[in-house]
């Protein structure tokens, strides 16, 4: 994925970038540090990367019936063994796609999940 043809692969398949949103749900704390360290790669290649990430997003939580984002705010809402590294991906892949790209459905989304925005 860090070879230009390879991430010009996974920005023209966004069943790919899905499948590893997908893997962030996992309950195998391995697979999901991996899978938000190659979103975060996807996402930091290129400012347009990012609707493809909320596109991918919104694919996997609309058909599980669940709000978007939400495999990385089960992570954020973690209270036992709560695993630092771990939030820390999580908060920097959410953090790292521009408000802009949030629109006012995100933003609703991210106030009914107690998420509150720090300018700096």
């Known amino acids: 994925m860090l070879y230009v043809d390879g991430m010009n692969g996974l920005i023209g398949h966004n069943e790919t970038v899905q499948w ?6 996992s309950k195998f704390r391995l697979v999901v ?3 938000l360290k190659l979103l975060l790669v996807f996402v930091e290649y290129t400012e347009s990367n990012a609707p493809l990430l909320i596109q991918a997003v919104n694919t996997v939580d609309t058909k599980q019936g ?5 495999n990385a705010m089960e992570i954020l809402d973690e209270k036992d063994g709560m695993d630092t590294e771990l939030l820390v991906y999580a908060m920097t892949l ?3 796609v521009p408000g802009q790209y949030y629109g006012s459905e995100m933003s609703d989304t ?3 999940l107690s998420v509150t925005w720090c300018y700096i």
Do not use: D, Q
């Open 110 to 112: 991210f106030s009914t």
């Open 94 to 96: 959410i953090n790292k």
């Open 33 to 35: 540090k991996t899978a």
């Open 66 to 70: 669940c709000k978007p984002w939400s």
């Open 20 to 25: 590893l949103y997908t893997l962030v749900g």
